[in-house]
């Protein structure tokens, strides 16, 4: 049964930090092409960061370019999102997701998906 299990989500204010994780299990992790999307209340989701099966290549979406860093540890069959100098703007649900096959920031070319965490960045 493959599952992907995110944490780290909360309440922080403008200017702030989280680190969201995502544990992945029941895939073939460590070839795995990951991806963080968000959804914010009556939007749709958006792509927000992805990475390749080894690190080598990382893609974010403009509006968190040098605020955001992605990053993984095949080891731990886990990926990260740290999020700095957070913005009320980045409020939403973050969900990560995986896909065989090279990075996409298509949602529908990504087969599983976590439930998300809640991220809300207070002005």
């Known amino acids: 049964q493959v599952q992907l299990v995110e944490s780290g989500g909360g309440l922080v204010q403008a200017g702030g930090s989280l680190t969201l994780s995502c544990t992945v299990s029941g895939r073939t992790f460590a070839t795995d092409t990951m991806g963080w999307f968000r959804q914010a209340p009556g939007k749709g989701r958006e792509f927000v960061s992805g990475?390749?099966?080894?690190?080598?290549?990382?893609a974010y979406v403009d509006s968190v370019k040098g605020r955001f860093t992605i990053s993984r540890d095949n080891a731990k069959n886990t990926v990260y999102l740290q999020m700095n100098s957070l913005k009320p703007e980045d409020t939403a649900r973050y969900f990560c997701a995986a896909r065989t096959g090279v990075p996409s920031r298509d949602t529908n070319a990504f087969r599983s998906w976590g439930q998300g965490t809640q991220v809300t960045v207070s002005s």
């Open positions: 990475i390749s099966w080894n690190g080598g290549r990382t």
